[in-house]
């Protein structure tokens, strides 16, 4: 599997390794979701070759670029876990996992895949994975959540969420993710 944190890289190594992020980002930002290898070499001044050194897939640069992001979702699940009323834990990480995918488009990238490829981004995962099933399952017990609603159901509708509020040109975040949670909870006869 590959490694987000390449062991000991020279420091010209990590100095281009880090403009090649930084450049990647930029382009994240401004709506380039395809994120070519070689744009980012040329605007990185390096080779392409020297690119796929540093990251041999799209999906490797996309996991390199949410790490810190994915790793601010798992503390927020942590928190929510914690939370002592199930649904207030709840509506708190679905509200900071919508916050933080809109903040970073490489997050929103990695989380609607369904699977991960580097070591660190699925340890990542089962880490998040395991904090929110908690707080799922608390949620759930408490009627905040209906039957039947798993994890991998919660991850693509904020996915979904998170495109709808980018599409949009306005932002309707609380107003979409208060019809979710809304359509969520556990009504008398819901299937």
């Not at 382009?27 to 994120?35: C, F, K, S």
């Not at 744009?39 to 390096?46: C, L, N, R, S």
């Not at 876990?81 to 709840?90: M, V």
Request: charged share 25%.
């Amino acid at each position: 599997m590959p490694s987000l944190n390449p062991e000991k890289l020279r420091a010209d190594s990590a100095r281009v390794r880090e403009l090649m992020l930084s450049v990647a980002r930029e382009r994240l930002r401004a709506g380039d979701t395809d994120l070519p290898m070689n744009a980012i070499a040329k605007q990185a001044g390096v080779g392409v070759g020297t690119a796929y050194r540093h990251f041999e897939t799209h999906q490797v640069l996309l996991e390199a670029l949410a790490a810190g992001s994915f790793a601010a979702l798992v503390s927020e699940a942590r928190a929510a876990e914690r939370d002592t009323d199930p649904a207030a834990g709840f509506a708190r990480i679905m509200r900071a996992g919508l916050r933080l995918m809109l903040a970073d488009p490489a997050l929103a990238a990695v989380l609607s895949r369904p699977s991960f490829t580097c070591d660190e981004t699925i340890a990542l995962g089962a880490e998040l994975f395991e904090a929110f099933g908690a707080v799922l399952e608390r949620a759930r017990a408490a009627g905040a959540v209906r039957p039947g609603i798993t994890g991998d159901d919660l991850r693509r509708l904020m996915c979904g969420v998170q495109h709808a509020v980018r599409t949009g040109g306005d932002d309707a975040s609380e107003r979409y993710l208060g019809v979710l949670l809304d359509g969520l909870q556990n009504r008398a006869g819901s299937r």
